[in-house]
């Protein structure tokens, strides 16, 4: 019923900048929270960055002054902006939403995860 779809990974060097997006579709009502979280290789899941449908913001504290959050309501999307981007910032990062949805004139509410999309700082 609903899908989040996320782009703008890759490899970009140390001190460089990437800009993450991630949109969702489907028989949307509305969206709650979003946000971006991050797995590194044998590490848990963890959050980088929230932000309420309207626009307060949190992030974790190894990203705060590099990396913001932004969101289109417009367009069921939410953005995540890295600048000096470091080697430790590698993970794959995953788009999150708080999503009600509708079907047969009923509303459900369930948080739903992107595919995932790979960083890597690396010179």
């Known amino acids: 019923q609903v899908q989040l779809v996320e782009y703008g990974g890759g490899l970009v060097q140390p001190g460089g900048s990437l800009r993450l997006s991630c949109a969702a579709s489907?028989?949307?009502?509305?969206?709650?929270?979003m946000g971006w979280y991050r797995q590194a290789p044998g590490q848990q899941r963890e959050l980088v960055a929230t932000?309420?449908?309207?626009?307060?913001?949190n992030y974790a504290d190894p990203v705060k002054g590099r990396f913001t959050v932004s969101r289109d309501n417009a367009k069921n999307a939410v953005y995540l902006q890295m600048n000096s981007l470091k080697p430790e910032d590698t993970a794959v990062y995953y788009c999150?939403?708080?999503?009600?949805?509708?079907?047969?004139?009923?509303?459900?509410?369930?948080?739903?995860w992107g595919q995932g999309t790979q960083v890597t700082v690396s010179s």
């Open positions: 999150n939403a708080d999503i009600i949805w509708i079907s047969n004139g009923y509303r459900y509410s369930d948080a739903y």
């Open positions: 489907g028989s949307i009502f509305s969206i709650r929270a």
């Open positions: 932000i309420t449908s309207s626009g307060s913001t």
